[in-house]
């Protein structure tokens, strides 16, 4: 499974007084990461949303494992896989040179604008399905 690279470097207003990533910032860099990793797959966000596919977050389990902290430059490795008609899973490891800094798991789902299920679209599917499996995938304890 293909795996994709992201770095995101710790702002200042994303540290509290102590300099140390607060825990909500995970969220929007997990964010950031599944719509770089889908753009690079040629399939974007906005795309889906224009088609009346919209992908919210239903599952979101984070494990933090090493402090971030402020201009730390922080490197995630994110694979995806659908589980199912209508969802994606986005796995992320979060480093700080060759420490484990986090692990997520990311699921969302395929809804309509009114937030009825329904099937991810075939072409996301199908590059989904093409990534190459010879990339490690991350590691999720």
């Known amino acids: ?15 509290d007084q102590m300099g140390v990533a ?3 910032a995970y969220v929007s860099w997990f964010e ?3 719509i ?11 795309d889906l949303e224009s088609q009346g596919v919209l992908m919210p977050v239903v599952e979101l389990k984070v494990r ?18 659908s589980t199912g008609p209508s969802r994606i ?3 992320t490891v979060v480093s700080h040179g060759e420490e484990v800094c986090a692990e997520a798991s990311v ?12 099937r991810i679209p075939a072409a996301l599917v199908s590059v989904l399905a093409r990534q190459p ?3 490690p995938a991350p590691r999720t304890g």
Not at 64 to 79: H, I, K
Request: hydrophobic share 30%; charged share 25%; glycine share 4%.
């Open 1 to 15: 499974m293909t795996v994709h690279h992201h770095t995101i470097r710790v702002r200042y207003g994303e540290s």
């Open 36 to 46: 770089e990793m889908m753009r690079s797959l040629g399939s974007s966000y906005r």
């Open 22 to 24: 607060h825990h909500a």
């Open 133 to 135: 499996a010879d990339a």
């Open 107 to 118: 699921t969302v789902a395929a809804t309509t604008r009114d937030g009825r299920p329904q």
């Open 64 to 81: 933090y494992r090493r402090s971030l902290c402020f201009d730390d430059l922080a490197s995630f490795a994110t694979t995806a896989h």
């Open 32 to 34: 950031e990461c599944r």
């Open 89 to 91: 899973v986005f796995t």
